[in-house]
């Protein structure tokens, strides 16, 4: 619980039924009492809070729950083995709404800071835009990571959103790159939709009822609209654009825009849970007769790409929730669908009851990684409700208009997630196809420079990514940064190379060649990102 100002009595028993509620959908009747500061940026007074505290105590004890409580940094003691962190699923608002305020302002996550009285100087200004501090995490933890390899950094005027960096950039586009390829075999099309959308539109589709807690909203002219936290509903339109015949379908298509989701600032994680993301999205307009087909196309998608980064990889089966729209036998026909495509291919899968999104039953895919964690990232969603709901067609071979079905579908899913996972997996040793940079070239003394460049620039129009370390320094200090930045292989140049037009290589785990010719290098590098090596 974060307390903030003008929390009451009222407050802490809708807190408190609400905690119920959700806890007897689990069977559970326990529960910590915990003032987690962190969720809001506007706080009550300690005693003010404690007053609050005390009262949620009083409420849940008298609703049978089994009570404890724990003092501010007791979560230190947590060893976080879950996707995120472990309030990031079910937080809450309860705010209390002023008079003659808007209704929804409760509802749209944590309340608005209050204008500070005065001018802040500019000392406290520059107080508010330093980066984020990740003081005293494990040296495994992908934020550590990735701050030394300079991939990304977050910054406190932007919580829970990434600032990528060049090298990190540079990586997130080699997966999409990779994905593209893939795409572009299975004759999918790529599309951009806008990113600010009237909530005319989520309305529609039913995420207005559903998910507006989490959206960024906002408004214009007197109309409300919201920062789309999801692509589907925009790609329906794309779809209305035009009249769609049979021969024309499965249409599949894909969206890499950025997406934004008012996640409390307190839950995120790093890159496991951010506020503004991508995804790999796609979705494909299919008949009737295309939906088996598809899914099972779908599924050796995700093996193939899954195999590149060597990760297992297992299937859950999540079926219709209690709050969903459409009817029971539609779900029934695509639950029934998605068990026939997994058991056709003999793939083993756990069921995950009410755990469907509101609007389809879905194939969940949870990843294992380097270390033996699970992680869940790939979806594959069968959806008969958003086609119906926004009057989507397709002409059919008897010349009449009939109703497409919709797979919603990503492999990656949320592309900052995954690159999170991947940097814990290979720790920042990544392979060489995607290492941001895979060589670095280091001369031995200013003498070498002269052949230094003509290697690094051989190198670079051969399409490596190279880095130049041509600081003063000793060789000793350079291979030893080289190896502390991940990078893949140390070129070294002195005076015996650049006499005989060789070079020598040290690779990531300290073995070295000599006398190497630089062609034969090139090759050698360029099999290995061909085949993913």
């Given at each position: 619980?974060?307390?903030?100002?003008?929390?009451?009595?009222?407050?802490?028993?809708?807190?408190?039924e609400g905690t119920?509620?959700?806890?007897?959908?689990?069977?559970?009747?326990?529960?910590?009492?915990?003032?987690?500061?962190?969720?809001?940026?506007?706080?009550?007074?300690?005693?003010?809070?404690?007053?609050?505290?005390?009262?949620?105590?009083?409420?849940?004890?008298?609703?049978?729950?089994?009570?404890?409580?724990?003092?501010?940094?007791?979560?230190?003691?947590?060893?976080?083995?879950?996707?995120?962190?472990?309030?990031?699923?079910?937080?809450?608002?309860?705010?209390?709404?002023?008079?003659?305020?808007?209704?929804?302002?409760?509802?749209?996550?944590?309340?608005?800071?209050?204008?500070?009285?005065?001018?802040?100087?500019?000392?406290?200004?520059?107080?508010?835009?330093?980066?984020?501090?990740?003081?005293?995490?494990?040296?495994?933890?992908?934020?550590?990571?990735?701050?030394?390899?300079?991939?990304?950094?977050?910054?406190?005027?932007?919580p829970g959103m990434?600032?990528?960096?060049?090298?990190?950039?540079?990586?997130?586009?080699?997966?999409?790159?990779?994905?593209?390829?893939?795409?572009?075999?299975?004759?999918?099309?790529?599309?951009?939709?806008?990113?600010?959308?009237?909530?005319?539109?989520?309305?529609?589709?039913?995420?207005?009822?559903?998910?507006?807690?989490?959206?960024?909203?906002?408004?214009?002219?007197?109309?409300?609209?919201?920062?789309?936290?999801?692509?589907?509903?925009?790609?329906?339109?794309?779809?209305?654009?035009?009249?769609?015949?049979?021969?024309?379908?499965?249409?599949?298509?894909?969206?890499?825009?950025?997406?934004?989701?008012?996640?409390?600032?307190?839950?995120?994680?790093?890159?496991?849970?951010?506020?503004?993301?991508?995804?790999?999205?796609?979705?494909?307009?299919?008949?009737?007769?295309?939906?088996?087909?598809?899914?099972?196309?779908?599924?050796?998608?995700?093996?193939?790409?899954?195999?590149?980064?060597?990760?297992?990889?297992?299937?859950?089966?999540?079926?219709?929730?209690?709050?969903?729209?459409?009817?029971?036998?539609?779900?029934?026909?695509?639950?029934?669908?998605?068990?026939?495509?997994?058991?056709?291919?003999?793939?083993?899968?756990?069921?995950?009851?009410?755990?469907?999104?509101?609007?389809?039953?879905?194939?969940?895919?949870?990843?294992?990684?380097?270390?033996?964690?699970?992680?869940?990232?790939?979806?594959?969603?069968?959806?008969?409700?958003?086609?119906?709901?926004?009057?989507?067609?397709?002409?059919?071979?008897?010349?009449?208009?009939?109703?497409?079905?919709?797979?919603?579908?990503?492999?990656?899913?949320?592309?900052?997630?995954?690159?999170?996972?991947?940097?814990?997996?290979?720790?920042?040793?990544?392979?060489?196809?995607?290492?941001?940079?895979?060589?670095?070239?280091?001369?031995?003394?200013?003498?070498?420079?002269?052949?230094?460049?003509?290697?690094?620039?051989?190198?670079?129009?051969?399409?490596?990514?190279?880095?130049?370390?041509?600081?003063?320094?000793?060789?000793?200090?350079?291979?030893?940064?080289?190896?502390?930045?991940?990078?893949?292989?140390?070129?070294?140049?002195?005076?015996?190379?650049?006499?005989?037009?060789?070079?020598?290589?040290?690779?990531?785990?300290?073995?070295?060649?000599?006398?190497?010719?630089?062609?034969?290098?090139?090759?050698?590098?360029?099999?290995?990102?061909?085949?993913?090596?």
């Amino acid at each position: 619980m974060s307390v903030e100002p003008g929390d009451d009595d009222d407050v802490a028993k809708r807190a408190v039924e609400g905690t119920k509620s959700f806890l007897e959908k689990l069977k559970v009747d326990r529960i910590i009492i915990y003032p987690y500061a962190h969720l809001s940026q506007t706080l009550a007074r300690p005693r003010e809070a404690l007053e609050v505290l005390k009262k949620m105590e009083g409420l849940a004890k008298g609703a049978g729950l089994e009570t404890y409580r724990a003092p501010f940094g007791w979560n230190k003691a947590f060893q976080i083995k879950v996707k995120g962190h472990p309030l990031a699923e079910q937080s809450r608002v309860y705010s209390t709404v002023e008079k003659g305020e808007p209704a929804q302002k409760a509802a749209a996550g944590p309340l608005l800071e209050k204008k500070p009285r005065h001018e802040l100087t500019e000392e406290q200004l520059f107080a508010r835009i330093k980066k984020s501090d990740f003081a005293g995490l494990p040296e495994t933890d992908h934020r550590i990571i990735g701050e030394r390899l300079d991939l990304f950094s977050f910054q406190e005027p932007s919580p829970g959103m990434v600032y990528w960096h060049d090298k990190g950039l540079r990586l997130r586009n080699l997966l999409i790159e990779l994905m593209r390829r893939e795409l572009a075999k299975g004759g999918y099309i790529e599309i951009s939709t806008p990113g600010l959308v009237s909530s005319a539109l989520w309305k529609v589709s039913g995420h207005w009822e559903y998910y507006k807690e989490n959206m960024f909203l906002t408004s214009m002219g007197g109309e409300e609209f919201g920062l789309k936290p999801m692509n589907c509903p925009p790609t329906m339109l794309f779809y209305r654009t035009r009249r769609w015949s049979f021969r024309e379908l499965p249409l599949r298509v894909s969206c890499f825009d950025p997406l934004y989701r008012n996640e409390l600032s307190g839950v995120a994680t790093g890159l496991f849970r951010v506020k503004s993301f991508s995804q790999d999205d796609a979705h494909l307009f299919v008949t009737e007769d295309h939906i088996e087909g598809e899914v099972k196309g779908l599924i050796d998608l995700m093996d193939r790409i899954f195999k590149i980064f060597g990760l297992e990889y297992s299937l859950n089966l999540s079926t219709m929730p209690d709050d969903h729209i459409g009817t029971k036998e539609l779900w029934d026909k695509a639950t029934e669908t998605l068990v026939r495509v997994m058991e056709a291919k003999g793939l083993p899968f756990k069921v995950k009851e009410k755990d469907g999104t509101f609007y389809g039953p879905k194939i969940d895919v949870t990843i294992k990684d380097s270390m033996g964690r699970e992680w869940q990232n790939s979806t594959i969603q069968l959806d008969y409700q958003l086609p119906q709901r926004f009057k989507l067609t397709y002409a059919g071979s008897d010349g009449k208009d009939h109703v497409p079905v919709v797979i919603h579908r990503a492999i990656y899913g949320s592309l900052e997630r995954f690159i999170g996972v991947m940097i814990e997996h290979y720790q920042g040793k990544f392979p060489v196809w995607l290492s941001p940079v895979q060589v670095r070239v280091l001369p031995v003394s200013d003498e070498n420079k002269g052949y230094a460049e003509k290697v690094a620039d051989l190198l670079a129009k051969a399409g490596l990514r190279v880095e130049r370390d041509f600081d003063s320094g000793t060789i000793g200090g350079k291979i030893r940064n080289a190896q502390l930045q991940k990078v893949p292989f140390a070129i070294v140049v002195g005076a015996k190379e650049s006499e005989a037009q060789t070079i020598s290589v040290r690779s990531r785990d300290g073995k070295v060649r000599q006398d190497v010719l630089l062609e034969d290098f090139l090759s050698e590098v360029n099999e290995q990102v061909r085949t993913y090596a």
